[in-house]
């Protein structure tokens, strides 16, 4: 079996579209939304390439202290002063008609 120049031609052609394929393919899967796929289908023969199923974690729990809450201080009190009662005045001296005695020599 010999290779004519026509027939490598052909090979050659088609391994240059599959190599430029496969590196079109793999630089469109830089990014990790863009899926491809490879499949040969034959009668009794199903061969499929495709990228690994891509499984997230779920984030981690992000734990984080409330906002503060601020209260109005409460309105001012006005309470009316208590009564004051005052009592008659106080006298400090001695009773009257203390002065007014007999015994001291007050005659009339």
């Given at each position: 079996m010999s290779l004519t120049?026509?027939?490598f031609f052909k090979?050659?052609a088609?391994g240059?579209?599959?190599?430029?394929a496969?590196?079109t393919a793999?630089s469109?899967?830089?990014?990790g939304?863009?899926?491809?796929?490879?499949?040969i289908?034959a009668p009794?023969?199903a061969?499929?390439?495709?990228?690994?199923?891509v499984?997230y974690?779920?984030?981690?729990?992000?734990?984080?202290?409330?906002?503060?809450?601020?209260y109005a201080?409460p309105?001012?009190v006005?309470?009316?002063?208590?009564p004051?009662?005052y009592?008659?005045p106080?006298?400090y001296?001695?009773?009257?008609g203390?002065y007014?005695?007999?015994?001291?020599?007050?005659w009339?």
């Amino acid at each position: 079996m010999s290779l004519t120049r026509s027939t490598f031609f052909k090979w050659a052609a088609a391994g240059a579209v599959a190599a430029g394929a496969l590196f079109t393919a793999a630089s469109a899967n830089a990014r990790g939304d863009v899926s491809w796929s490879v499949g040969i289908s034959a009668p009794g023969v199903a061969v499929g390439v495709a990228a690994p199923p891509v499984y997230y974690a779920p984030p981690p729990p992000v734990y984080y202290r409330p906002a503060p809450v601020y209260y109005a201080p409460p309105p001012p009190v006005y309470y009316r002063p208590a009564p004051v009662y005052y009592g008659p005045p106080a006298y400090y001296g001695p009773p009257r008609g203390y002065y007014r005695h007999h015994r001291h020599g007050h005659w009339r």
